[in-house]
């Protein structure tokens, strides 16, 4: 449905992406100058220019009203939800591949963001953002395996404190192309957004990288390797802190990209990127017991490896 707004005496002079985000609930800056940059803004009649003012009797008229940068998921289907650990505080759940972290739009029920809410509808509220109900971490669509979610506020702050110092301790499973020999266990390697394709990232090996400087400090230590042919090596790494696709750029630079992973480089034995969030481990914040929880791979995944080491 499009939306047509006048400018008023209080809008003129405003620049128009500024002046959309004051008249659109839940419209961010970034999405007000896409939307112009499309060409989905129209001011008096005619395509609106980057960076154009608006005066007073203005008319702004957006083809469609986008949805809300944030909102509350809808409730989804609780008992598709895999629980592996339970308590009063938080759950630890086994998320599968293929199913996205939360909702992108509204209307949508298919994420683990709708499951978590229709089951702990405590969970509002909680967390980084609405639509992320409790969710400590994300896991990329294509990878399954372990996620904390906080049933409360202060327990997501204390879980949230102890990830930033590095206290969680995750582990993956990963198979990579190649045989990998490396006698350093520790890869590291800031990363930082790639300069020519926002759906990578970059990482900076040498002192002299030119993007070191925006990148973000970023450790994957290999705990574990075990060749299964030569074609493929099976590897559990360890992670405290993570970004964004660290573990599949971190391979890639290597030259040992995840089987499947389309985007670095992977080979294309697998419908899916392997990668496999197994385990987690990390002290209770309302108790100080600790908890370690682990999930073995899924079957698509487990189906691979013996196969490969035939």
């Known amino acids: 449905m499009a939306l047509e707004v ?12 500024v002046f959309l985000v004051r008249a659109v609930d839940g419209l961010s800056r970034t999405r007000a100058r896409r939307m112009i940059q499309d060409g989905r803004v129209h001011l008096n009649g005619r395509p609106a220019r980057k960076g154009v003012r608006v005066t007073a009797g203005d008319v702004v008229r957006l083809a469609s009203v986008p949805p809300p940068a944030d909102f509350v998921p809808r409730p989804g289907d609780p008992e598709a939800l895999r629980v592996v650990h339970e308590d009063a505080q938080l759950v630890v759940v086994d998320k599968p591949a293929g199913l996205p ?7 949508e029920v298919h994420t683990l963001a709708n499951q978590l809410i229709a089951r702990y509808p405590e969970m509002e509220g909680v967390g980084y953002a609405a639509r992320e109900p409790g969710i400590l971490h994300r896991l990329d669509n294509d990878t399954s395996g372990l996620l904390v979610a906080a049933r409360d506020a202060p327990t997501f702050e204390a879980l949230r404190a102890a990830l930033k110092a590095g206290a969680i301790d995750k582990g993956y499973e990963v198979v990579v192309d190649g045989r990998l020999e490396r006698e350093d266990p520790v890869i590291d390697g800031p990363i930082a957004n790639h300069p020519s394709d926002p759906r990578r990232v970059h990482v900076c090996l040498g002192p002299t990288d030119r993007r070191r400087g925006a990148a973000r400090e970023a450790c994957t230590e290999i705990v574990s390797t075990r060749a299964l042919s030569d074609a493929y090596t099976h590897v559990r790494v360890r992670v405290s802190r993570a970004v964004r696709h660290q573990i599949r750029a971190h391979f890639a630079a290597l030259g040992h990209p995840l089987v499947g992973d389309w985007l670095y480089g992977g080979s294309d034995g697998l419908d ?13 914040p309302a108790t100080d017991a600790r908890v370690e929880v682990e999930a073995p791979l899924p079957p698509e995944l487990a189906a691979f490896v013996e196969a490969a080491s035939r």
């Open 6 to 17: 006048e400018v008023d005496e209080a809008g003129g002079g405003a620049r128009l992406d």
């Open 101 to 107: 972290s939360h909702p992108l739009r509204p209307d």
């Open 272 to 284: 899916r990127h392997f990668l496999h969030a197994w385990s987690i481990a990390f002290d209770h």
